[in-house]
């Protein structure tokens, strides 16, 4: 890719490989660096569940969330999803190549971004409120390390636009190693936390040092990753700058970003909504709940994410072009590779989660039984990851259509099932392990009548039946996957093999999970 000459000509680039072939290789690079990032960001988790313990680990993953969630809310999400097919047909129709598109845009979101930061840390009290509760998390302690990280908010949006704008011009391997480096500097924040002793956040002090350690340093990983980015977009002859101004373009794009607003919004009421449940029922339920999706988003990040990225800007051109039988095709592909590389991961998840509880979190302030406690609930939430998965991929199909409305109808739909279902968790159960199960569980019930509503609406408006490949594809994996899992746990089961993971130390337990993970992922994958 060569580099721009922005003052005098039209930019050009390297015509980005949209062939089968290049998607695979593209897929390939970015899964190096997505899994680095995916495993860097495990290891963050786990250190703040060792290093804080349950109920610290809750305050902390309450404030952590509140400003993706609402740079989300506010714009990242429309920047994650619908800014390349404009940014695409803004290259392909502008005199300028979309220069003044892309700065236009970059204003709108530094503005949008930078107010919405502000008025957030005044809120500050009344967010974390509304994210825990009266329950057993301590508020006083998630305000605080609000206040430090809601600072993030308009670094989150920064990241997400310029990522956006690389993979529009065929660069994705910056975009996939930035969070590598946030990563980096959250685990070296924790580790300097530990280095100053024991935990002294209670009670709340903003001049204690430990707190302003751990706020001020994660809040450094999410500016670095946002900055380290900037390089790159030089390189392909993107130099920012503010312009103001609106055309009919972004006349449009606000009109799709309305409805992307609604759908995170509703997203982020069911989520606020779930923390609530289940910080009512245990000062460790947020820090369970959490971290159970993170760990199921490992895999997803590495092998979803990384399918959808690389064919995302193919599926843009396709529908700019209105060639419904590529934007079929490019659909059909995305969810079968999607669904042949995590359902075995889901299967496994499935019936080995305690077996990965133990090994992984028995660390540290965070012991042997709640660390079990986290992996069942990974049980209960682990087939989440198939209609999610598939939920995702049909949502970008929409918005390369520039159909911004029919996912946010999808996702109140999902909503509505998982905030119904979740309120009978604490209705139905006395214990609270249970409870948090049951969110686990009711989150997925939630996608996947998400997933079968927008598979019917695609199969309806795209008019072809090619999307029953898709179904044949899901449905064999499935099944070969369940069998498989089920074979080696019914089998570790009664040789005995499976107390290893309670009853053989740390190393034991370790290895139980590798043997048991290689064996049930090799087999799948020989069959599939």
Same mark, same amino acid.
């Not at 508020?139 to 690389?166: C, D, K, V």
């Not at 920012?240 to 101004?245: A, D, I, R, S």
């Not at 209105?322 to 659909?331: A, C, E, G, K």
């Given at each position: 890719?060569?580099?721009?000459?922005?003052?005098?000509?039209?930019?050009? !680039? +390297?015509?980005?490989?949209?062939?089968?072939?290049?998607?695979?290789? !593209?897929? *390939?690079?970015?899964?190096?660096?997505?899994?680095?990032?995916?495993?860097?960001?495990?290891?963050?988790?786990?250190?703040?569940?060792?290093?804080?313990?349950?109920?610290?680990?809750?305050?902390?993953?309450?404030?952590? @969330?509140?400003?993706?969630?609402? +740079?989300?809310?506010?714009?990242?999400?429309?920047?994650?999803?619908?800014?390349?097919?404009?940014?695409?047909?803004?290259?392909?129709?502008?005199?300028?190549?979309?220069? &003044?598109?892309?700065?236009?845009?970059?204003?709108?979101?530094?503005?949008?971004?930078?107010?919405?930061?502000?008025?957030?840390?005044?809120?500050?009290?009344?967010?974390?409120?509304?994210?825990? &509760?009266?329950?057993?998390?301590?508020?006083?302690?998630?305000?605080?390390?609000?206040?430090?990280?809601?600072?993030?908010?308009?670094?989150?949006?920064?990241?997400?636009?310029?990522?956006?704008?690389?993979?529009?011009?065929?660069?994705?391997?910056?975009?996939?190693?930035?969070?590598?480096?946030?990563?980096?500097?959250?685990?070296?924040?924790?580790?300097?936390?530990?280095?100053? *002793?024991?935990?002294?956040?209670?009670?709340?002090?903003?001049?204690?040092?430990?707190?302003?350690?751990?706020?001020?340093?994660?809040?450094?990983?999410?500016?670095?990753?946002?900055?380290?980015?900037?390089?790159?977009?030089?390189?392909?002859?993107?130099?920012?700058?503010? =312009?103001?101004?609106?055309?009919?373009?972004?006349? =449009?794009?606000?009109?799709?970003?309305?409805?992307?607003?609604?759908? @995170?919004?509703?997203?982020?009421?069911?989520?606020?909504?779930?923390?609530?449940?289940?910080?009512?029922?245990?000062?460790?339920?947020?820090?369970?709940?959490?971290?159970?999706?993170?760990?199921?988003?490992?895999?997803? &990040?590495?092998? %979803?994410?990384?399918?959808?990225?690389?064919?995302?800007?193919?599926?843009?051109?396709?529908?700019?072009?209105?060639?419904?039988?590529?934007?079929?095709?490019?659909?059909?592909?995305?969810?079968?590779?999607?669904?042949?590389?995590?359902?075995?991961?889901?299967?496994?998840?499935?019936?080995?989660?305690?077996?990965?509880?133990?090994?992984?979190?028995?660390?540290?302030?965070?012991?042997?039984?709640?660390?079990?406690?986290?992996?069942?609930?990974?049980?209960?939430? +682990?087939?989440?990851?198939?209609?999610?998965?598939?939920?995702?991929?049909?949502?970008?199909?929409?918005?390369?259509?520039?159909?911004?409305?029919?996912?946010?109808?999808?996702?109140?739909?999902?909503?509505?099932?998982?905030?119904?279902?979740?309120?009978?968790?604490?209705?139905?159960?006395?214990?609270?392990?249970? @409870? /948090?199960?049951?969110?686990?569980?009711?989150?997925?019930?939630?996608?996947?009548?998400?997933?079968?509503? %927008?598979?019917?609406?695609?199969?309806?408006?795209?008019?072809?039946?090619?999307?029953?490949?898709?179904?044949?594809?899901?449905?064999?994996?499935?099944?070969?996957?369940?069998?498989?899992?089920?074979?080696?746990?019914?089998?570790?089961?009664?040789?005995?093999?499976?107390?290893?993971? !309670?009853?053989?130390?740390?190393?034991?337990?370790? @290895?139980?999970? +590798?043997?048991?993970? /290689?064996?049930?992922?090799?087999?799948?994958?020989?069959?599939?």
């Amino acid at each position: 890719m060569s580099d721009r000459d922005t003052t005098n000509a039209e930019p050009t !680039t +390297a015509k980005p490989d949209d062939s089968d072939a290049g998607i695979m290789r !593209t897929g *390939g690079s970015i899964a190096i660096a997505t899994l680095i990032s995916r495993i860097t960001g495990f290891i963050r988790t786990v250190l703040v569940l060792a290093l804080l313990g349950g109920a610290i680990a809750s305050a902390f993953q309450a404030a952590y @969330v509140l400003p993706a969630m609402i +740079a989300e809310v506010v714009l990242g999400a429309v920047l994650t999803a619908i800014v390349i097919p404009v940014l695409v047909r803004a290259e392909n129709e502008d005199d300028d190549g979309g220069v &003044g598109f892309i700065n236009r845009i970059f204003t709108i979101t530094v503005v949008l971004l930078g107010g919405a930061t502000v008025v957030a840390i005044i809120a500050a009290p009344l967010l974390t409120m509304l994210n825990v &509760g009266n329950g057993m998390v301590d508020r006083e302690l998630t305000t605080a390390l609000a206040y430090l990280l809601l600072p993030e908010i308009l670094f989150y949006g920064l990241s997400a636009l310029f990522i956006a704008i690389l993979n529009m011009k065929g660069v994705f391997k910056p975009g996939a190693w930035a969070p590598v480096l946030n990563n980096i500097i959250q685990i070296t924040t924790l580790i300097l936390f530990r280095m100053m *002793g024991e935990t002294t956040l209670n009670p709340v002090k903003m001049t204690n040092p430990q707190l302003l350690v751990l706020g001020v340093g994660t809040t450094l990983g999410v500016v670095v990753q946002a900055g380290i980015l900037l390089p790159y977009l030089r390189k392909v002859g993107v130099r920012l700058k503010l =312009q103001w101004g609106i055309d009919a373009r972004l006349r =449009q794009f606000g009109g799709m970003a309305v409805a992307i607003v609604a759908y @995170v919004l509703v997203l982020q009421v069911g989520l606020v909504i779930t923390y609530r449940i289940a910080a009512s029922v245990s000062a460790d339920g947020i820090s369970i709940y959490n971290t159970h999706w993170q760990l199921l988003q490992l895999p997803y &990040g590495v092998l %979803g994410v990384t399918i959808l990225t690389a064919i995302m800007p193919r599926l843009s051109r396709s529908a700019a072009a209105d060639d419904t039988d590529s934007v079929v095709n490019d659909m059909s592909l995305a969810t079968r590779l999607t669904m042949i590389s995590l359902v075995p991961t889901v299967a496994f998840m499935t019936f080995f989660g305690p077996a990965i509880g133990i090994a992984i979190f028995n660390f540290g302030k965070f012991g042997a039984e709640v660390s079990s406690q986290l992996g069942s609930v990974l049980a209960w939430g +682990a087939f989440t990851l198939i209609p999610y998965a598939m939920t995702l991929v049909q949502l970008r199909v929409f918005y390369a259509r520039e159909d911004a409305w029919t996912p946010t109808f999808m996702v109140i739909g999902i909503t509505v099932v998982k905030v119904a279902t979740s309120y009978l968790g604490p209705v139905i159960f006395d214990d609270p392990e249970l @409870v /948090i199960r049951w969110l686990s569980l009711s989150n997925g019930l939630g996608y996947l009548v998400g997933a079968l509503v %927008g598979q019917y609406l695609l199969h309806k408006r795209l008019g072809v039946s090619r999307l029953t490949d898709v179904a044949r594809t899901t449905i064999v994996t499935i099944g070969i996957s369940l069998a498989v899992a089920a074979a080696v746990w019914l089998v570790a089961d009664l040789t005995g093999l499976a107390n290893m993971s !309670t009853q053989a130390g740390k190393i034991g337990s370790v @290895v139980y999970l +590798a043997f048991t993970a /290689i064996v049930v992922l090799g087999v799948t994958y020989l069959l599939l």
